[in-house]
């Protein structure tokens, strides 16, 4: 038997790294997806086959798991390391113990701030979980994906999980979330090129707000008040020219604070200024920072604001925001 599965990658909208602070935050599933098959080995070992892992400027291939983290990989084998921890948990809350094998292809770039590591175990858990019979709700599946999270990064949210297996806009809270109403939001991701490691950032940012609670912790609540007026912004009955007009601007303000985490970088600076002077109603790092992505908000200025970022030095993304979150076939 074996059994396929896919998860989505997704854009952080409002509140990243403040989510880890217990602020709320809105997040989004995009139209990138991770694909897992998986089928049981009657070795009793695990093995992972990963194809088209997108680490910038490279694009990685791997087959027997004995030897992936013996490459300089970096990037790809964290990712991994993401897998191994998904399965290790699934045998665990199934009480097997069986060999497994499971391959990997995926169209989300690696360390983008995109969370393709979320995707990956997300579609790793739904895929061994019915392979073992395993009938778990998409929020357990959740649950065990923030549990991978903490295992390989130490500090995690589970904002990007959830979102993975729910799909469409969520508001997530302290382990908690509500799907927001579904709306079609004309954005492009601007991808620098470099990724940002996340855990590392997390880090950064809890060192400075241990040095600095006087400065850190405004900043953090401002960014909570910002995500609650984002999601009255979201659910009220406005006109949507003036509702994407306002979100814009809390994308603007709320670039700005992760600025003043100490997440952001001239490129992603580049790229957020060239999106706004090429028409954009607003634009943010979206993920982690340091790196990775920016998001523009940019209605019927989509091409522009692409052109803008190529021309800036980044990578534009014209995507779609996904109902879909996990899916188990
Ligand atoms: C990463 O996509 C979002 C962060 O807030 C980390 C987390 O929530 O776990 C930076």
Same mark, same amino acid.
């Given at each position: 038997m074996r059994v396929l599965a896919s998860a989505p990658a997704k854009v952080i909208l409002f509140g990243e790294h403040s989510v880890v602070y217990g602020k709320p935050a809105i997040a989004a599933a995009i139209d990138l997806r991770t694909f897992v *098959?998986?089928?049981?080995?009657?070795?009793?070992?695990?093995?992972?086959?990963?194809h088209d892992i997108k680490v910038p400027g490279l694009t990685v291939s791997f087959s027997e798991s004995e030897i992936y983290f013996e490459t300089d990989y970096g990037? !790809?084998? *964290?990712?991994?390391?993401?897998? $191994?921890e998904?399965?290790?948990?699934?045998?665990?809350e199934a009480g097997?113990?069986? /060999?497994?094998?499971?391959?990997?292809?995926?169209?989300?770039?690696v360390g983008a701030g995109l969370g393709s590591s979320a995707a990956v175990a997300i579609a790793?858990?739904? #895929?061994?979980?019915? %392979?073992?019979? %395993?009938?778990l709700t998409r929020e357990e599946i959740a649950k065990l994906g923030h549990k991978v999270e903490l295992l390989v990064q130490g500090a995690s949210s589970g904002i990007d999980p959830t979102v993975s297996a729910i799909g469409g806009f969520i508001y997530y809270e302290k382990g908690r979330f509500e799907n927001l109403p579904f709306m079609e939001l004309p954005i492009v991701v601007g991808y620098t090129g470099s990724s940002g490691p996340t855990k *590392? %950032?997390?880090?950064?940012? $809890?060192? $400075?707000? *241990?040095d600095m609670p006087e400065l850190m912790v405004p900043i953090i609540e401002a960014m909570g008040k910002l995500v609650e007026k984002a999601r009255d912004l979201i659910t009220a009955e406005l006109d949507e020219e003036e509702k %994407?007009?306002?979100? /814009? @601007?809390?994308?603007?303000?709320?670039h700005g604070l992760l600025d003043a985490l100490g997440v952001s970088t001239k490129k992603l600076s @580049?790229?957020?200024?060239?999106? $706004?002077? !090429?028409?954009?109603? /607003?634009?943010?790092?979206?993920? #982690?920072?340091?790196?990775?992505c920016m998001y523009a908000l940019a209605p019927g200025k989509q091409s522009e604001v692409a052109t803008a970022i190529t021309i800036a030095g980044g990578t534009p993304m014209v995507t779609q925001i996904s109902r879909e979150g996990l899916r188990v076939e």
């Open positions: *098959e998986a089928e049981l080995r009657d070795d009793g070992r695990i093995r992972i086959e990963a990037k !790809a084998a *964290e990712v991994l390391s993401y897998v $191994r998904a399965i290790n948990l699934v045998l665990e097997k113990k069986t /060999g497994v094998k499971v391959s990997i292809t995926s169209q989300i770039p790793t858990i739904g #895929a061994v979980a019915k %392979l073992l019979g %395993l009938e *590392e %950032l997390v880090a950064m940012v $809890r060192r $400075r707000y *241990e %994407l007009r306002k979100l /814009g @601007e809390l994308m603007n303000i709320n @580049e790229l957020v200024y060239a999106a $706004r002077t !090429a028409g954009a109603l /607003g634009a943010k790092i979206t993920g #982690a920072g340091g790196g990775g």
